[in-house]
Nanobody, 125 residues
Framework: QVQLVESGGGLVQAGGSLRLSCAASGRTFSNFAMGWFRQAPGKEREFVAA????????NYADSVKGRFTISRDNAKNTVYLQMNSLKPEDTAVYYC??????????????????WGQGTQVTVSS
C-alpha cells in the first residue's frame, strides 16, 4: 500500500501561484510514477501532469502547459506541482496519484493504483 497526503492548496487571485506537495509513505517511492489530477464541481476528474519514477520524463495537459511544473524529490518521498499564472478555471480539488513505474509519466487514470484525499485550490477572478 502507498499512502498519499496532499497539501498546499488554498485561495489565490487570478495570476497568482501555488505550490502543491504530495507526501508518500508505505512503499519505495522511486518504484512509482506520480501524477496530479483535478476535479471541478460537476465535472470528471481530469489529468493535469505526470512524472516518471526518476523525474526525467514529464507529461502535461494542454490546458496547463507552460504554467504548471511537476517535480519530485525521491529522497523526501514527495512530488510537487508548481502552479503559476493561475486562472479561475483552474479551481478544483487536486489529487496526487501513484502508478507502477512501468507506466512512465502516464496520463491515464486507470493506470494509477493509489490516490490521495485531495486538496482544494480556488482561484478568484
Amino acid at each position: 500500500q502507498v499512502q498519499l497526503v496532499e497539501s498546499g492548496g488554498g485561495l489565490v487571485q487570478a495570476g497568482g501561484s501555488l505550490r502543491l506537495s504530495c507526501a508518500a509513505s508505505g512503499r519505495t517511492f522511486s518504484n512509482f510514477a506520480m501524477g496530479w489530477f483535478r476535479q471541478a464541481p460537476g465535472k470528471e476528474r481530469e489529468f493535469v501532469a505526470a512524472i516518471n519514477w526518476a523525474g526525467a520524463t514529464t507529461n502535461y495537459a494542454d490546458s496547463v502547459k507552460g504554467r504548471f511544473t511537476i517535480s519530485r524529490d525521491n529522497a523526501k518521498n514527495t512530488v510537487y506541482l508548481q502552479m503559476n499564472s493561475l486562472k479561475p478555471e483552474d479551481t478544483a480539488v487536486y489529487y496526487c496519484a501513484a502508478a507502477q513505474s512501468a507506466f512512465g509519466a502516464t496520463m491515464f487514470r486507470a493506470n494509477y493504483d493509489y490516490w490521495g484525499q485531495g486538496t482544494q485550490v480556488t482561484v478568484s477572478s
